[in-house]
């Protein structure tokens, strides 16, 4: 696969291990035959334990029940960043379904997450749940071993799995020991046969609309936005930037990442524009984008050799945590960023966003704001050749480099018409 070098032209990529295309290839080839096994032989229940006689019926609307008491509920979150931010919100629907279970029973209701070693930072943003379980999902007899310890110590009357189509994800709620398990059915990745309870993943909506639907069958209202723990994040570490910055979050991660991002010339644009009109730069980034940071920062710093101007520019990639990410991003006097988790945090935080999308789809995986500011997508769309991607690896063979499409005028625009910042 190639991408976009600094003048646009294509480069080979070197391929990156957070992609783990291998594993997915495994998930999936030894995953599907596992879960149709595990589906003949585990009986299927309904949301009060009661065995249902077809086993392998996708039919959910058997297995609804009108009046529930669920005191005891598990979410699995083993997908990354953006997702486990979007599913917060099913998390303050259900804190406030807990509340109407204690004053109904006198009992606690408790939430329990089970996730990834990866979303540890991610949990530290988000409250709204009472027991977190973090399983190591990829040595599956171990992950498989740590879910049913702490399910017999804490048993489940619900697991809920908001995994799209990992097929571990469902393995490991099938065979956790939960009394029953909810899940979806997603079009093309075969591995719902073992859920007690199914519900359609669909392409048509939002992700947050498909989290929502995960919490029909217990007749739990939603509508709730993602919620962050604001204190938390205000008591993170500063790392004192010069003010007022923008934030810069240039990287991808996950299959085929630089297919979303934006070429390296463009930023260097950006960011030349933007300092010259007297803001500081924060580029914000992972472990693995530490380096590639570090050059982005040094290159818009030497445009300014020969000029008046003194730059201030700061990589915080591989340096900062995402609680220190977020408090950044919360001060920041606006932030461009990719399609990811970075994203995400931005509009559910309310700041300023220019969100760069190209081959994902805004309309499945946009920004979701919670505050009054609207965040500028820009990018081309479906017409354009955009927008095609809803679980992130549907790629057609040879694709085609998008984001070179979106220029920095389009970005300087939305940044002085969406959100009044002064930029020539």
Known sequence: MSTA??????????????????????????????????????????LFGTQLRSSLSTDPS??????????????????????????????????????????????????????TPANADVFKLINNFDRIVFIPITSPLSALQTMRKSIAQFPLD???????????????CALSGAKVTIGFNTPGQYRHFAYDVLVP?????????????????????????????????NCAPQQHPPKPYIVFHPWASGTQF?????????????????????????????????QRAAELAQKLQSNFANSPITPSVISVAGAATLLETARLIYQAEAVVSINTGTMHLAAILGRPLVALHGPTNPARWGPLASGA???????????????YLHLGSEYPKNPLYLMDQISPDAVIRALKSNFGLQIA
């Open 201 to 233: 993943h669909s392409h048509a909506v939002h992700e947050i609309e498909n989290f929502r639907a995960l919490l029909r069958p217990l007749n739990i209202p939603t509508g709730a936005l993602p919620e962050l723990d604001l204190v938390n994040i």
């Open 373 to 387: 500011l609207i965040p500028a997508i820009l990018g081309p769309g479906i017409n354009e050749g955009g927008a």
């Open 62 to 115: 058997t297995r609804l029940s009108e009046a529930l008491t669920i005191p005891q509920i598990g979410i699995c979150v083993f997908a990354a960043i953006g997702d486990a931010l979007l599913a917060s919100a099913i998390l303050a629907d259900i804190k406030q379904y807990q509340r109407q279970i204690q004053a109904k029973t006198g009992k606690p209701a408790i939430v329990t997450i089970f996730s």
């Open 158 to 172: 619900v697991l809920i799995d908001t995994s799209q189509w990992s097929k571990i994800g469902a393995i490991l």
């Open 258 to 290: 630089a297919m979303r991002e934006w070429p390296i010339n463009s930023w260097l644009e950006l960011g030349q524009r933007i300092l010259s009109a007297g803001y500081a730069v924060v580029i914000t980034g992972g472990a693995n984008d530490q």
């Open 5 to 46: 070098d600094e003048g646009g032209s294509k480069v080979e990529q070197v391929p990156a291990e957070r992609g783990k295309a291998l594993l997915r290839r495994l998930d999936r080839w030894l995953g599907i035959p596992m879960l149709y096994l595990i589906a003949l032989f585990r009986p299927k229940k309904d």
